[in-house]
């Protein structure tokens, strides 16, 4: 061990013990992981070494203190523990030999092989492989669920634990882990190769990959149940997990728009909310609020989207849009002509009942509700967006606006009536109280 509980270097104190454990795991868990699956070519196997090595970890920095290179010795304990499970198994052939010979003749990360937590390691936390991109791919592959690709890429991926992902998705933890264990025994069944997929297969799947990602994103800027409108630590997990996606694959342009979607949308966080948690709609949000560094940080990266070429795919548009918003002083001063533009293009690219309806909104500001409302009963009439509670709240907007109250309260009360969210039902409600 080269360091003790409460050791400091250069002024700056280290985190110690459980803290330790939990902020080396949230940011190499991806990569141990990755590794510990080419090792041993079981993604299943993988994910299990590794959290045996935390569990170790748990046990062993608080008591003899953090080692010198803390993710070279959850690695380290992982590949020893793949070895034990091999011997276990009794199944000392090629695989159990390589693994052997990479720890006794200096493979990758055998440095440590003798010394847990020496320093001598080659491991660059800086350095992004193929291996979390493989990951990625496989966490996000179409054999699975789409419940199930969000719990599994949050737990290998993203390194949450059941708990975390339970409490983001308001789920019991016992239903986050029978999603994991499903999708583990779905990846072995289809004998999904721990890999990245060769060229013909990798546009559709990083596709799959990108949605994802927008999934657990769009959970935490707009909450579907419980009583917050933002979950700010989901929202900054898809963050995270688009800012690795732009390194990962630095020349594909949409990487880019997803992460610029987030940043640009995150950065209306600090004035979507009031002092008690309410939801304040766009109309009203004091924009001196708005976060100007994650507004700089997504047009840069907006505008990296671009300078790649090949056109904007759905999440640069979707981008696009944000950025209108962001850079208006107010709704008023909007350019909603440009952006019923995007909306259009985004439809003809991605069409979909909710940007059908978004379009109807930028209408309404451009052009009037009286030019958005035949938008909204095309939808109702198709059936689309049932069960949901945006097309009705829409759509009694829009007739409020044109003085059919009666209508309009028939709609807003049915919203009421279909949203999961408490924060955004009491404001539904107030808008039909206001009616009456």
Sequence with gaps: MTTSRGSTTGGTARPTGRAAVGAVWRIESARIVGALARYTGDFALAEDLAQEA???????????????????????????????????????????????????EGGAFAGAATDPGGDDLPYDPDQIDDDVLALMFVACHPVLS?????????????????????????????????????????????????????????????????????????????????????RPDLAGEARRLARILTRLVPDVPEAYGLLALIELTAARFPARTGPVGEPVLLADQDRRRWDRAAIRRGRAVLARAVRIGRGLGAY????????????????????????????????????????DLNRAVAVSMAQGPAAA????????????????????????????????????????????????????????????????
Excluded: M
Aim: hydrophobic residues 45%; proline residues 5%; contains cysteine.
């Design 54 to 104: 935390l569990a170790e970890a748990l046990v062993t920095w608080p008591r003899d203190g953090v080692p010198g290179n803390p993710a070279g010795w959850l690695l380290t304990v992982g590949r020893r523990r793949a070895i034990d499970a091999y011997r276990r198994r009794s199944a000392l052939d090629e695989r159990y030999a390589a693994l052997g010979r990479g720890l006794s």
């Design 146 to 230: 789409p419940d199930a690709r969000v719990a599994l890429t949050l737990r290998v991926v993203g390194g949450l634990t059941s708990d975390e992902i339970a409490r983001a998705f308001l789920v019991p933890t016992a239903t986050v882990q029978a999603r994991i264990t499903r999708a583990k025994k779905t990846l072995a069944a289809a004998h999904v190769p721990f890999a990245v997929p060769p060229a013909d297969e990798r546009t559709e799947r990083l596709g799959s990959v990108f949605s994802v990602v927008y999934l657990i994103f769009t959970e935490g800027s707009s909450a579907t149940s419980g009583d917050a409108v933002i």
């Design 316 to 355: 640069g548009l979707q981008a696009s849009i944000a950025e209108c918003h962001a850079v208006a002083p107010s709704v008023a001063d909007t350019d909603w002509d440009r952006v019923v533009l995007l909306y259009e293009a985004l439809g003809q690219l991605a069409p979909s009942p909710v940007v």
């Design 373 to 436: 409302l035949p938008i909204v009963d095309d939808l109702a009439a198709a059936g689309a967006l049932d069960g949901s509670h945006l097309l009705p709240s829409v759509r009694g907007e829009l007739l409020t606006r044109l003085g059919r109250t009666d209508e309009a309260r028939a709609e807003l009360a049915r919203a009421v009536r279909l949203c999961g969210n408490d924060r955004e039902r009491l404001l539904l409600s107030r808008k039909l109280d206001a009616l009456a």
